[in-house]
Nanobody, 123 residues
Framework: QVQLVESGGGSVQAGGSLRLSCAAS???????????MGWYRQAPGKQRELVAR???????TYTDSVKGRFTISRDNAKKTVYLQMNSLTPEDTAVYYC??????????????WGQGTQVTVSS
């Protein structure tokens, strides 16, 4: 089994920056490989939406609303994905969830989700 542990959320004023991290770790000696990783967010009363995604080779994609402001990256050795968020606005306020497409040694393929981290941007 795999756990995704998120960190880096918090409260910031409009125009500020935050950096989210999400580290994948195995339990009970699990061996696994990570394909794509991504960040999603969900605001109160809204559906969860994709923010950014990055392939195992480091190719990123972004939703239009964050292009030019957010940067997704990953460190494969550390099994960690990051989301650098600059020029934040109140519209970015949401719970941010890490996602990873993981293949275990048995060749089982599953999507895993982090616990969510709150990002609050005040005006």
């Amino acid at each position: 089994q795999v756990q995704l542990v998120e960190s880096g959320g918090g409260s910031v004023q409009a125009g500020g920056s935050l950096r989210l991290s999400c580290a994948a770790s195995g339990t009970s000696g699990s061996i696994f490989s990570i394909n794509a990783m991504g960040w999603y967010r969900q605001a109160p009363g809204k559906q969860r939406e994709l923010v950014a995604r990055i392939t195992s080779g480091g190719i990123p994609t972004y939703t239009d609303s964050v292009k030019g402001r957010f940067t997704i990256s990953r460190d494969n050795a550390k099994k960690t994905v990051y989301l650098q968020m600059n020029s934040l606005t109140p519209e970015d306020t949401a719970v941010y969830y890490c996602n990873a497409d993981i293949v275990e040694l048995t060749l089982a393929r599953r999507d895993y989700w982090g616990q969510g981290t709150q990002v609050t941007v005040s005006s």
